[in-house]
């Protein structure tokens, strides 16, 4: 199981990392010391009533020794019970578990994950002009980079669940989907389509396909019209005549519409669109009608199915790209990107847009997620137990506790010659 899972399944964890290389160096260091004045003190008492010099060494050597083994206690005591000896306030931070989860998370909440505090740390950042930067980038300047995001996407691409992330996908599309308000925002791309004549094309696409419906429905037409003549008309061949009259006119009214643009019925199917326009985003029925199509489209299992394909494709995309990020960016798409990279940089209204819409998502994602973040962070310090936050913590801190340590005998040692030292001249 992926650690990090561990970490957050188990409502306790017992796991011990191992102790770091630097850190079990300084240990054996700093007990070294104390363990050399200890052996300095006992021999510099032995020549003592022979040499006065060996009085100042073994005064220096004795004040070392009590500076040390203070300082060892004193940081033992942080962790466990020095010598496993249950002394009154020691193994402080086991027994300070909890208070150590709720200050955590707190400090985490006060300092990082206000939506204010997050908004005025994201106005400093530049992510714009970072990223213009970054895609600019020759690719062998970039490269070790490139490579490595690469592989941390592609990691994290395949680690996750498929099927629980498509349904993830799914779920967040349909969602926003259902919060959308569809009509309004159809009407205005249809209006302004229709104020910038880009409707005529479709106009042209549609009637050149009607043109084709009819050619390839002669034969229907015929036969209705051969069914529905009565048998004076059938026996004096008039249902012939009757239906090539009514084919021939409706390749005409079609030529006609496609080929003048004053046509009446071109005015009419403009004038419905531009009515169907306003209906979509002022007329409530229409609007009404809109919504309870789009609602059934997406209780539809074939929609479902059709986003969870396009995200598939998706999703085997970016892993081509992630495995292969020099292929992928040495054609049109990478030159596409550098383009991007120049134009962040030399837009700044651009930028000036994209800075925003990051620092928006920010402050959202603090305001939206920020308790569930926290929690998540109390919670798995809670789900700790004593032996691991302590070799945790220990880990992370304990390299300068031990220099503490190591000043700590120094410091004692001179503290201890500087005071025979005085009682000698005095």
Request: glycine share 8%; net charge positive.
């Amino acid at each position: 199981m992926n650690p990090a899972i561990r970490v957050l399944s188990g409502p306790v964890i017992r796991d011990r990392d191992p102790v770091p290389p630097g850190l079990r160096r300084m240990r054996i260091l700093a007990t070294g010391l104390l363990v050399l004045m200890a052996a300095v003190y006992f021999i510099a008492r032995s020549y003592e009533p022979d040499y006065t010099v060996a009085g100042f060494i073994r005064a220096f050597a004795e004040a070392a020794m009590v500076g040390g083994l203070a300082d060892w206690f004193a940081v033992t005591a942080l962790f466990r019970h020095p010598l496993g000896l249950p002394i009154p306030h020691t193994a402080i931070i086991p027994r300070n578990k909890e208070r150590i989860a709720t200050s955590l998370a707190n400090f985490l909440r006060d300092n990082f994950l206000i939506p204010r505090v997050v908004a005025r740390r994201m106005r400093s950042i530049d992510v714009a002009g970072a990223a213009g930067r970054w895609l600019a980038q020759p690719p062998e300047n970039s490269g070790r980079l490139r490579r490595g995001a690469s592989r941390m996407a592609a990691s994290l691409l395949e680690s996750l669940d498929k099927d629980q992330l498509g349904g993830l996908i799914k779920g967040a599309v349909a969602s926003r989907l259902r919060q959308t308000d569809i009509a309004p925002l159809l009407g205005q791309a249809l209006g302004a389509a229709i104020a910038e004549g880009r409707h005529l094309p479709l106009m042209d696409s549609m009637l050149r396909w009607l043109a084709k419906i009819i050619d390839q429905n002669e034969a229907l037409i015929r036969k209705m019209v051969h069914e529905r003549a009565g048998s004076i008309m059938r026996w004096t061949g008039l249902d012939e005549t009757l239906a090539n009259a009514i084919i021939d006119g409706l390749y005409k009214l079609v030529s006609d519409v496609a080929e003048d643009p004053g046509h009446p019925l071109r005015a009419k199917v403009e004038e419905g669109l531009e009515k169907l326009a306003f209906d979509l985003q002022f007329d409530i029925p229409t609007r009404l009608k809109v919504e309870e199509f789009k609602a059934d489209m997406l209780d539809n299992p074939a929609l479902a199915r059709w986003i969870e394909g396009m995200w598939e494709q998706a999703r085997g995309a970016l892993l081509r790209v992630a495995r292969d990020p020099d292929a992928a960016l040495a054609g049109k798409f990478g030159e596409a990107l550098r383009q991007l990279g120049g134009t962040l940089q030399s837009d700044p209204r651009l930028a000036h847009m994209i800075n925003r819409f990051v620092r928006r998502a920010a402050v959202g994602t603090a305001a939206d997620y920020g308790d569930g973040i926290v929690r998540l962070v109390s919670d798995t310090v809670r789900g700790w137990d004593a032996r691991t936050i302590t070799g945790r913590l220990e880990n992370a801190v304990g390299k300068d506790l031990q220099y503490i340590r190591i000043n700590g005998t120094l410091v004692g040692g001179l503290v201890g010659l500087t005071l025979h030292t005085l009682h000698t001249l005095l």
